[in-house]
């Protein structure tokens, strides 16, 4: 059992999480049915599935949902987004990425169409009401974001999936589509060279704390405050996500913005954008570094940064450089937190109201998803 917490609605009267939050595992255990079920989870770029026949499995939130996921792109050339389990007695159907006709069990031969539904089971003649819609694999809720706005189903740039999502991804992400409408996402291209996974010894929410805050950045990124105007580091908050604007100091790299966008004639070194719970869209001008918070238990977890590169004639320069060493200094104080809310003596913080609204905002949305959202 958990014990009940409030984060007040208003910053300069509000205290933090509790310390027990980050380090009690019941928090952590209720957090995977209150808080990460029914989110939207980043699975990628759609090019995973371009060609027909195309199949590519993956889990979602490894180490916490495990949830097995299966995109297909079938032979009439539609997308689908299915469970990667098979009908008749559970294992995982899909192992490897390939092309294939059909989707068939090695276990017991049960023959699925790519668009999940079933077509062929061996030995199952006799079998009374045979088969039956329960027999199809089940779709999973699905989602993108393309350049042109938000959508249902697998036909975007940027693909999203949830277990049992209680609002559409089109409301959760609305202000950054918008924000963002005039990039090409459909430019920007995977880069496995750039990407890497990294352990972090702390609470999953303790990670999204400090990334929700500008406030640490003269005291702990040294290359970074070189790189941004700290006076100007602003967060604007939406209901499902919210935006840390970076703005370049003199000669840094920045954003070639077009007149309608809402920030034309700044110099836009980062658009830090976080999407409710765990995932970070982090655009620089070279492109998009995409950070997935995967909790591991409740003091271990994994980050996953994914680049996707637009501009390579702008990698290395200004905010988005130097992104390991970044991380590394993040890891080193997110860990330092972790020990010290374990501590006998801390038990709540206060929010700054001019650099915290980000983290004061998170709080109220894990505080509602906890305590108030049906389970």
Known sequence: MVELFEIAPDIREASTLPAHVY????????????????????????????????CHP???????????????????????????????????????????????CRYHGRRF????????MPEFEQVAGFPSPADDLSRVPC????????????????????????????????PMAARLSWLPLHEFRFDASRSRDYLVHANWALYIDNYLEGFHIPFVHASLNEAIDY????????????????????????????????????????????VYPNTMFNFYPWGLSVNVVQPLGHERTRVRFLSYVWKENKLDQGAGAGLDRVEREDEAVVEAVQRGTRGSFYKRGRYSPTREQGVHHFHRL???SLFTAPR
């Open 23 to 54: 380090t009690d595992p019941a928090y952590y255990e209720l957090c995977r049915t209150a808080v990460f079920r029914p989110s939207w989870q980043f699975v990628g770029a759609s090019d995973t599935i371009k060609i027909p026949g195309q």
């Open 366 to 368: 894990l505080a509602e």
């Open 143 to 174: 989602a993108s974001w393309s350049s042109s706005g938000v959508r249902d189903g697998v036909a975007g740039d940027l693909l999203f999936a949830s277990v049992s999502p209680r609002i559409t991804l089109e409301r959760v992400i609305a």
């Open 231 to 274: 006076g100007q580091y602003t967060t604007e908050l939406f209901p499902y996500c919210n935006l840390q604007l970076g703005v370049a100091k003199p000669g840094e790299s920045a954003f070639d913005l077009p007149a309608g966008s809402p920030d034309a004639g700044r110099a836009i070194a980062a658009y830090y954008w976080w």
């Open 58 to 104: 993956l889990t979602l939130l490894p180490g916490c949902l495990d949830e097995p996921v299966l995109l297909t792109r079938d032979r009439e050339d539609r997308t689908h987004c299915l469970s990667n389990v098979c009908t008749h007695r559970g294992t995982i159907l899909c192992e490897s990425g390939g092309v294939e006709k059909s989707l068939v």
């Open 113 to 120: 169409d790519l668009d999940g539904a079933f077509r062929h």
